[in-house]
T-cell receptor, first 118, second 113 residues
């Protein structure tokens, strides 16, 4: 499955570093999502972009900064992270964000970036 | 609070045996229902979804799920499991009230030879 790609696949960073995660979708979709997947916890939705506009921010700390320059690309800029931010970060896309921002459209996921914060 | 529950964290079945993974939700109105699978090192892949109509839904890889309104359940089934089905399975629900997609904690399936 190469519809949604994410780079890098693995990332180790110190708490003072600045890094960025990249997601690209080749499906012609208009909505993109960032999720955090921690061990033994449900997927946590972080951000939603619909037609390049941020439509949802689920109380994510400001050390995570998303950027969506166009409908095909989504970035997650990271700075001064904490060890508890270590997780798998998944990107997804869907045709649209759904009616009135609803997420009932099927979402297609990338393979994720495994992040370790030391 | 609205929630999705997958009661079984880990399930082990023998290859060729039948499988049922449980999913319960707590929403008032009929939600949109999904099952996703995540193989090691991979992202999530949609197995099937239910929006309306026939309550028995067929998906990919021989999976099916049945929506039971009276039990607030959407259990995933497969009549004969293959070793390649070993993965983590997520039930997800979109609340018709909030429009948000909420995932369960996941069930890890191990397949014995």
């Amino acid at each position: 499955e190469t519809g949604v790609t994410q780079t890098p696949r693995h990332l180790v960073m110190g708490m003072t570093n600045k890094k960025s995660l990249k997601c690209e979708q080749h499906l012609g979709h208009n909505a993109m999502y960032w999720y955090k997947q921690s061990a033994k916890k449900p997927l946590e939705l972080m951000f939603v972009y619909n037609f390049k506009e941020q439509t949802e921010n689920n109380s994510v700390p400001s050390r995570f900064s998303p950027e969506c320059p166009n409908s095909s690309h989504l970035f997650l800029h990271l700075h001064t992270l904490q060890p508890e931010d270590s997780a798998l970060y998944l990107c997804a896309s869907s045709q649209e964000g759904g009616l009135a921002g609803g997420q009932q459209e099927t979402q297609y996921f990338g393979p994720g970036t495994r992040l370790l914060v030391l | 609070a609205q929630s999705v529950t997958q009661p079984d964290i880990h399930i082990t079945v023998s290859e060729g045996a039948s499988l049922e993974l449980r999913c319960n939700y707590s929403y008032g109105a009929t939600p949109y229902l999904f099952w996703y699978v995540q193989s090691p090192g991979q992202g999530l892949q949609l197995l099937l979804k239910y929006f309306s109509g026939d309550t028995l839904v067929q998906g990919i890889k021989g999976f099916e799920a049945e929506f039971k309104r009276s039990q607030s359940s959407f259990n995933l089934r497969k009549p004969s499991v293959h070793w390649s089905d070993a993965a983590e399975y997520f039930c997800a629900v979109v609340s018709s009230n909030t429009g948000k997609l909420i995932f369960g904690q996941g069930t890890t399936l191990q397949v014995k030879p």
